[in-house]
């Protein structure tokens, strides 16, 4: 009975003992986790990147790499278009089945031209629909109402300028509306145009060496000529020696 006993209390002792390794074991892999852990965390906060992130370089503020340089960046709207879009221009793109159009908001005569033709002309440089096309017929059909001489004259030292730009413009599209609304503003103004022409030639010049726009350029100085007489001649001349007058 004795032996039985003993043998019982022993048993007991032993699964005690077994518990409490278990429990020791376990501990001991707990500690070293939250070792491995801290470990891996102060080595991350030390690794270089991370430094960089806590004290920045000056060089990161100057070039800092959330801006993709290659990216679409988004563009305010141009003059013209902001114009446009507040009412500023008294006119409206119609579109038919066959052609567009421009609705006047009153009839273009009794709009006053200043600033209103310059502000088309501006528009010449636009590249997007649809303000190439208010500018542009805007433009022509604001010059052939009645009285536009008398009211584009007064305007053509700020007018220039702003058809130079379109003149000068790598655009093709652009400068192709220059050139015509120059050939507009010719008809309309006369020999008025002369004393301004010189600073147009220099930007036809250059563009006479594309053959595409070789034949339209030439019409459009014959335009110049007919309708600015023989002073108009001289400076084209002057400018473009290889000119041939309409008159030969």
């Known amino acids: ?44 906060t030390s690794s270089p990147e991370t ?7 000056p060089s990161d503020k100057l070039n800092p790499k959330t801006i993709n340089p290659f990216g679409e960046q988004s563009r305010a709207p141009s003059a013209f278009a902001a114009i446009y879009s507040k009412g500023g221009i008294p006119c409206r793109l119609v579109h038919g089945s066959v052609k567009h159009r421009l609705q006047w908001e009153c009839p273009p005569e009794n709009l006053p031209f200043d600033p209103l033709l310059i502000t088309l002309a501006e528009g010449l440089r636009e590249t997007k629909h649809p303000y190439t096309f208010v500018s542009k ?9 009645h009285g536009a001489p008398e009211k584009a004259v007064p305007l053509l030292p700020r007018l220039i300028p702003v058809l130079k730009a379109a003149l ?6 652009v400068f192709a509306r220059g050139l015509n609304a120059l050939m507009q503003l010719s008809v309309v ?5 002369n004393d301004h022409l010189k600073h147009l030639l220099t930007s036809l010049s250059k563009r006479l060496r594309d ?38």
């Open 211 to 248: 053959k595409k726009f070789k034949e339209p350029i030439t019409s459009a100085l014959q335009k110049l000529e007919q309708h600015g007489g023989n002073g108009s001649l001289i400076i084209i001349k002057s400018k473009i020696p290889t000119y041939c007058s309409i008159c030969c």
């Open 137 to 145: 017929e805007g433009f022509r059909e604001l010059l052939l109402v």
């Open 189 to 193: 103004v006369g020999p008025s145009l």
């Open 51 to 57: 430094a960089r992130k806590v004290h920045p370089r």
């Open 1 to 44: 009975m004795q032996k039985s006993e003993c043998h019982g209390v022993v048993q007991l002792r032993n699964r005690k003992a077994g518990s409490c390794d278990q429990r020791t074991s376990s501990n001991i892999q707990i500690k070293h986790r939250t070792t491995v852990q801290q470990s891996n965390s102060s080595s991350s």
């Open 168 to 173: 000068v413009h790598m655009d093709d599209e």
